[in-house]
């Protein structure tokens, strides 16, 4: 069937359906022409200077060569709380106690010692998230090294740290304890947070507006402590962070850079303990971030 005759069809069709008027739809005037004119028109318009899509870019760039270490790629905002939330997530007031501490730009381990257990105690009576404070046995705030230089962040506290009011202790916890180990490092050294302070009824992943509520505070830790390493453990610790959306397994083999300090992403310890197969990944990524602070693991 030709196309006059498919198109008169259509139309009978139409009418009889009680469509009585089809508007006359204008095309685009100009449009490229389809095919290998198209493309020699998107390389002229690279050449020219003007932009072109991230498509057309990589059909025509070079690849670069491999790089033992990736280059430090900041994120698309770095440090700008006021813009890392989501349409819809309402970010709340900043607390004056909490910009008290922060003014006060701790330097020694004492003056950070003390700004830390200031933070806590206002920590451990915010409501901001009603689920999660009524449900609450304790926040989870950090533990570690006031002085660290390597920062580790995972997501929220379960079952365990809710009981304890220590990230990091309970199955997963023990797993990073082996990693810590293996990785010629020792937990007492580190500084150990998550993203939350409370915990997500059933272990679900936060919501954003609860990490909203406790950004605030992650970000008085980060500046008090001032760490030179971050490790970001699992895709909401890093997508938090960096304000990222792709998915840890995408962020990983680079450096990233938040407040100052290098930060490296990899898979949750409770992930591997769901799927054993990643260890090796988890220990490349180790070896990879070592690498960077002069340990050679094998």
């Known amino acids: 069937m030709n196309s006059k005759r498919a198109m008169a069809q259509l139309l009978k069709h139409l009418q009889s359906a009680g469509l009585t008027h089809v508007p006359k ?18 390389v002229a318009e690279k050449s020219s200077g003007g932009e072109s899509s991230s498509t057309d870019r990589r059909s025509i760039s070079k690849p670069r060569p491999a790089s033992a270490v990736a280059e430090i790629r900041r994120p698309s905002d770095l440090l700008g709380t006021d813009d890392l939330q989501l349409d819809g997530v309402r ?20 003056d950070r010692e003390q700004a830390l257990c200031a933070l806590k105690d206002i920590v451990a009576g915010c409501k901001r998230c009603t689920e999660l404070s009524s449900r609450r ?13 390597i920062m580790f962040i995972g997501e929220a506290p379960g079952a365990d740290e809710d009981a304890q009011g220590e990230p990091f202790v309970g199955a997963a916890g023990q797993l990073l304890n082996k990693i ?6 020792k937990r007492e050294d580190l500084y150990i947070c998550n993203i939350l302070r409370c915990r997500p009824p059933g272990n679900r992943n936060p919501l954003p507006q609860e990490t909203a509520n406790c950004r605030e505070f992650l970000d008085a830790q980060i500046k008090v402590i001032q760490p030179e ?19 840890v397994g ?8 938040y407040a100052g300090a290098k930060v490296v992403c990899t898979y949750h310890p409770s992930y591997l303990l769901r799927n054993p197969s990643a260890k090796k990944q988890v220990w490349d990524d180790m070896k990879f971030f070592m690498k960077e602070l002069g340990v050679d693991l094998q």
């Open 91 to 110: 970010k709340p007031e900043q607390l004056a106690s909490v910009q008290g501490i922060l003014q006060q730009s701790p330097k020694s381990r004492a």
């Open 180 to 185: 810590i180990g293996a990785m010629t490092l």
């Open 229 to 247: 390493y971050i490790v970001c453990w699992g895709t909401v610790a890093a997508q938090n962070l960096l304000n990222e959306t792709a998915a």
């Open 137 to 149: 046995t304790q926040t989870v705030f950090g533990v570690g090294n006031p002085e660290a230089r």
């Open 250 to 257: 995408k962020m990983r083999q680079k450096f990233y850079e």
């Open 25 to 42: 739809v204008e095309l685009p005037k100009n449009r490229p022409p389809a095919g290998p004119a198209a493309s020699k028109g998107m």
